[in-house]
């Protein structure tokens, strides 16, 4: 279901209600008419949201607060508490993600730490002056890239606990992108590869996709396993 924003939410809701009658104690125990089934879809959807907001909500307060602004009912709320209502839940919301986001980045990076020294130690592993660490599984005899070529790929991405968040190999299809578009750590290895080479690459978060992480997989500050083989230089 797509998320809904704070104020279409709300909207939602009243919409619901517009044109019915409010349910008397005890709830609405069967859906008959077209307006009841919609009406009780869009409550699902509020009520999805709220669950995901992970924050207590009086449901009486809450279908009082829609009652009132349907009915046109004088307000409990003016419109200037009601803004403050709503800067201090966004507020205390982004207290909350700011305070999840610097634990997982520690956690991210005590993980990443503890990755790289164990493959640092591994034979055959160079590391670069960026911090990019790189070991070579197939030689390569062919050309090697520079920043303006662009070229065909085979690769299985990887996060330190050995989970897979994207693979070509998996989709059977190799990837072409530019030498210089993709991300920092990419761009440096591709260039120090020949065609026909495949390695194994582990890339810091900062050379990777840093405290923003990437989608639901990618979480921030989180060192990423690549498995890379360079099939060829595209003209």
């Not at 104690?25 to 879809?41: H, I, N, P, R, W």
């Not at 909500?57 to 403050?84: H, N």
């Amino acid at each position: 279901m797509k998320k809904l924003t704070y104020s279409a939410a709300v909207l939602a809701c009243a919409t619901a209600l517009v044109g019915c009658n409010m349910p008397q104690a005890g709830g609405v125990k069967e859906l008959k008419t077209d307006s009841q089934k919609f009406s009780y879809m869009l409550g699902q959807d509020m009520g999805s949201y709220i669950k995901s907001l992970g924050v207590d909500v009086d449901l009486a307060a809450l279908s009082q607060g829609i009652a009132d602004t349907v009915t046109g009912k004088k307000p409990l709320l003016t419109p200037e508490q009601a803004t403050l209502v709503r800067e201090a839940f966004r507020n205390k919301m982004q207290e909350a993600q700011a305070s999840k986001s610097k634990g997982a980045v520690e956690k991210n990076a005590k993980d990443g730490a503890a990755y790289i020294e164990k493959f640092k130690a591994e034979a055959g592993v160079i590391t670069t002056k960026s911090g990019l660490m790189y070991k070579i599984i197939t030689e390569g005899k062919g050309a090697m890239p520079k920043a303006t070529d662009k070229v065909k790929v085979h690769y299985t991405g990887m996060l330190v606990d050995g989970k897979v968040f994207d693979s070509s190999v998996q989709r059977g299809q190799p990837a072409e992108f530019p030498v210089m578009g993709v991300i920092p750590g990419w761009s440096e290895a591709l260039q120090l590869m020949k065609v026909g080479e495949k390695i194994k690459l582990v890339l810091p978060s900062e050379l990777a996709y840093g405290e923003r992480g990437a989608g639901q997989d990618i979480g921030p500050g989180a060192t990423l396993v690549f498995e890379v083989e360079l099939i060829d230089i595209v003209k």
